[in-house]
Nanobody, 113 residues
Framework: VQLQASGGGLVQPGGSLRLSCAAS????????VAWYRQTPGRQRVLVAA???????NYADSVKGRFTLSRDNARNTVYLQMNGLKPEDTAVYYC????????WGQGTQVTVSS
């Protein structure tokens, strides 16, 4: 199974981005799925997760700004990011929660003026 994240880019503080992550197989169905992010020299951390039933939880740092959604039919999860801050700059990845799958390449998000 391969995970392909996309949608990152350079955005000014206060801006928005929508990330997508597609799985090559139907691994998201029936599993909790999450977005993670990583900055250089630091461990990957969980940003947002959604259970198979659709319940979501978010890191305190992104609550009220990020929204995770899933489309099981498309084997895809999304992360809508609003009100972006420079501290959101990171490489973003998706995986199961816990992250049992091999990590994909991620997508770079840079928030800077």
């Amino acid at each position: 199974v391969q995970l392909q994240a996309s949608g990152g880019g350079l955005v000014q503080p206060g801006g928005s981005l929508r990330l997508s992550c597609a799985a090559s197989g139907r691994v998201f169905n029936g599993n909790a799925v999450a977005w993670y992010r990583q900055t250089p020299g630091r461990q990957r951390v969980l940003v947002a997760a959604v259970t198979s039933a659709g319940s979501t939880n978010y890191a305190d740092s992104v609550k009220g700004r990020f929204t995770l959604s899933r489309d099981n039919a498309r084997n895809t999860v999304y992360l809508q990011m609003n009100g972006l801050k420079p501290e959101d700059t990171a490489v973003y990845y998706c995986n199961l929660s816990p992250p049992y799958l091999s990590w994909g390449q991620g997508t770079q998000v840079t928030v800077s003026s």
